[in-house]
């Protein structure tokens, strides 16, 4: 259509009369002239209406499920990395908690039997110096460390100082199988030698050939003179099997180490012996035996016969 000044006065009248239209329908509510146009005007356009709306919400929901299917995907992967996070802080805790059970139970034992120990943590494991059951701690000539202090951990004697380095030093373990210490059996008092045997169990040459000896026997260390290598009273192991006698001078042991040579983490080097011997005090405290569960008795007493009638 033209733009002239006919079509312009058209255009005003026609907004002139729908505004018109719209008050007439307003003011008259549902009396409204317009009320049947309007109901038939739905009646036609209705179901068009209907028609193009179940047309297009389809495609609505497809937009808005992959809308939503990305929000969630983003949702799932930021979970997934805060779960990953958190894991890796639980596994950190759970790893510092356990060093710290580590510790507290190598204060313990160093408490117990009044040592001065320098701590240091296992940095590497392996040979050194043509032994093949030594690691590598993280102290030093510059810590305070000389060469023949004892080494232990919470469980136990873990070995001893053999090189010594500005800020390492190498630990002969107590499993190789050139280690030697003087033991001392629990209660007893019975002196023998025990000596690594690699991987497997610790072997005890008890100078008393005769000596009484059961499983589950436990062993500390005897000591030596002016307390190096060994200071007195740390603990070795656990009697697992007693050789036959056999008439010998000695009485030969093997014995479960305290420590896992295995595992070792954080240690403590002796640089303070005690004043004296601790003997067995410093031996955790045996688990209780299991007491028996008592027996119940039941005891049925049978009720006097009835007497009989006349």
């Known amino acids: 259509m033209r733009d002239t000044r006919e079509s312009r006065l058209l255009l005003v009248l026609l907004i002139a009369i729908a505004f018109a239209l719209i008050t007439v329908d307003i003011r008259g509510g549902e009396q409204s002239p317009l009320d049947g146009p309007r109901h038939a005007a739905a009646s036609v356009f209705g179901p068009v209406e209907e028609g193009v709306a179940d047309a297009v919400d389809p495609f609505g929901d497809a937009i808005a499920a992959v809308r939503d299917s990305g929000d969630r995907s983003s949702r799932i992967s930021a979970l997934e990395r805060e779960n990953t996070a958190l894991k890796q802080r639980l596994g950190s805790s759970d790893r510092n908690r356990g060093r ?29 110096q043509g032994f093949s059951w030594t690691v590598t701690i993280d102290v030093g000539a510059n810590d305070g460390i000389k060469r023949d202090m004892t080494v232990l951990n919470g469980d136990g004697l873990v070995g001893r100082v053999t090189t010594v380095g500005p800020s390492t030093a190498t630990v002969l373990l107590a499993s190789d199988p050139k280690f030697t210490v003087g033991t001392r059996m629990e209660k007893t008092g019975e002196i023998g030698f025990a000596g690594g045997q690699g991987d497997r169990l610790l072997r005890v040459e008890l100078l008393n050939g005769k000596a009484v000896v059961h499983e589950g026997d436990r062993l500390v260390t005897f000591g030596s003179s002016k307390d190096k290598p060994f200071v007195a009273g740390v603990p070795v192991g656990e009697v697992t099997r007693v050789e036959p006698a056999g008439g010998g001078l000695t009485r030969t042991l093997q014995v479960r180490p305290f420590v896992g040579f295995s595992k070792l983490d954080l240690v403590g080097v002796v640089v303070e012996a005690p004043r004296e011997d601790p003997r067995d005090t410093v031996l955790p405290p045996k688990p209780e035996a299991p007491k028996p569960t008592p027996t119940v008795t039941v005891t049925v007493t049978p009720s006097p016969s009835a007497k009989p009638q006349d």
């Open 100 to 128: 710290l059970r580590e510790l507290d139970a190598m204060l313990k034992t160093a408490g117990r039997g009044q040592y001065g120990i320098k701590g240091a943590q296992v940095i590497a494991i392996g040979a050194a």
